[in-house]
């Protein structure tokens, strides 16, 4: 079975990489120049643990090959074509469709048989039914007659953990509206199903909501949860007691309700804004959904204003900042709070010394040289006033606090993450505030 992917960012290249693991063979295209050298020499454009090495494992196995030719691709054969190039927001939130459409155009005026067009990208409802238009019209201006399909089929990958979600899946969605699509996806999931996870088909509309609304279910459970933490601060409760409480009821469960300094990345920010705005569009107003907004953008600010009441003035100090990028195992910094925090510490006259692990060069590409960069999470501390842990990455959860007191001017430290014990903190003499519980009391 043959496969292109169009589209070699995080999406694309992870599921043309896991369909070649399996043993199909796969074509991935990217208008990059550059970027497609780099692939062919096993150069990954992003970070994503264990994604290097089957990247580089396929294409020596011939399975896997890149390209910048689509047209070529698909007249060499390809029963199944996957868009998975940027749906960017834009300024009202909604989602850019533009390298969505201009992929079905091109589709449309070179396929000579039968495709399978697939949406892997995250995409508005009826996303489906433009890229069947703009097929179509442009197989009327060639005067072909040649059938195709369109179908949804949204990824669920969790940054840092993306190989093991697509080759062990929770579920596969599939939005379908004809047999022969079925029929393909069937034989296409066969290797991923094999243990029992589930292939949910359904209509297309519905499997192009089901995205939205997964992400925007996951995004509502920490605005919740950070609502909450801050509630805990002011009455005087435990935030982490209570998270345990909730947890251990099995109709809410453990995962996303760790309060910490607002969710980022590539997919909750602008999934929510997007469904906002097609709400809008039908004149429907998600009002969860846009507290849930508003609830996230206030929390990235959270570390920044406990920092301001503890110094009472931030002009001259100098913040040492341990993380950057949105999440651990990513150097994705795409709606960071890392970002926002920067942002008010230098508004407010801060000198901001930073390390994260891997998305130092990617700091560098949005923040430039308005901050220093450390070499590592150590050297960022000296002479620091204050200690801002930002991304919740294993080598910042058991440092060496004897020398953390010895390079900081007097240690305070702002964990927006929750990974020290206050116990402890108050054991070593360090001034510590965390999310959800007053530490100064």
């Not at 070529?72 to 868009?83: D, L, P, R």
Request: glycine share 8%; net charge negative.
């Amino acid at each position: 079975m043959k496969i292109t992917i169009v589209g070699t960012g995080y999406v694309g290249l992870v599921t043309g990489t896991c369909f070649a693991e399996v043993g199909i063979d796969v074509t991935c295209v990217d208008i990059d120049v550059k970027k497609i050298e780099n692939l062919k020499k096993g150069i990954i454009p992003i970070y994503e643990p264990g994604l290097e090495p089957m990247v580089i494992r396929n294409v020596e196995k011939g399975r896997l090959h890149f390209s910048t030719d689509l047209k070529a691709t698909i007249e060499e054969g390809t029963e199944v074509i996957f868009s998975a190039v940027g749906t960017p927001p834009d300024e009202d939130g909604s989602a850019d469709l533009k390298y969505v459409l201009d992929v079905a155009r091109t589709v449309g005026s070179c396929i000579n048989d039968y495709v399978l067009i697939v949406t892997k990208s995250t995409v508005p409802v009826g996303t489906a039914e433009k890229v069947r238009k703009a097929v179509q019209e442009a197989l009327d201006k060639r005067g072909a007659k040649i059938s195709f399909d369109v179908a949804s089929n949204p990824e669920f990958l969790k940054e840092g953990d993306a190989l093991n979600d697509f080759l062990k899946p929770d579920r596969i969605v599939c939005g379908v509206d004809t047999d022969r699509a079925q029929e393909l996806f069937s034989r296409l999931y066969k290797p991923f199903t094999l243990n029992g996870h589930p292939v949910i088909f359904m209509d297309i509309p519905s499997a192009e909501m089901t995205k939205y609304a997964a992400n925007s279910m996951l995004a509502t459970k920490i605005s919740f949860m950070n609502d909450v933490a801050n509630l805990c601060e002011r009455v005087g409760a435990d935030v982490n007691k209570v998270r345990r409480g909730i947890g251990t009821d099995s109709r809410i469960g453990t995962k996303f309700i760790y309060p910490g300094i607002g969710y980022g990345g590539s997919c909750f920010p602008k999934d929510v804004k997007a469904l906002i705005k097609t709400a809008d569009e039908f004149g429907y107003s998600m009002r969860v959904l846009k507290a849930v907004e508003e609830v996230n953008e206030d929390q990235k600010s959270v570390l920044f204003n406990k920092a301001m009441k503890h110094f009472g003035d931030l002009k001259g100090k100098t913040i040492a900042l341990w993380g950057l990028s949105f999440k651990p195992q990513t150097d994705d910094m795409r709606e960071a709070p890392s970002v926002v925090i920067v942002k008010n510490l230098l508004e407010a006259g801060v000198t901001v010394k930073a390390y994260d692990p891997v998305a130092m060069h990617e700091a560098q590409r949005i923040l430039g040289d308005s901050i220093s960069y450390a070499m590592d999470q150590y050297e960022a501390l000296i002479d620091a006033d204050g200690l801002m842990v930002v991304t919740e990455w294993s080598e910042f959860k058991f440092p060496n606090f004897n020398v953390v007191k010895k390079l900081m001017h007097k240690p305070v430290i702002f964990d927006g993450r929750n990974i020290y014990d206050i116990a402890e903190m108050k054991q070593l003499d360090i001034n510590y505030y965390c999310i959800g519980i007053d530490t100064q009391k």
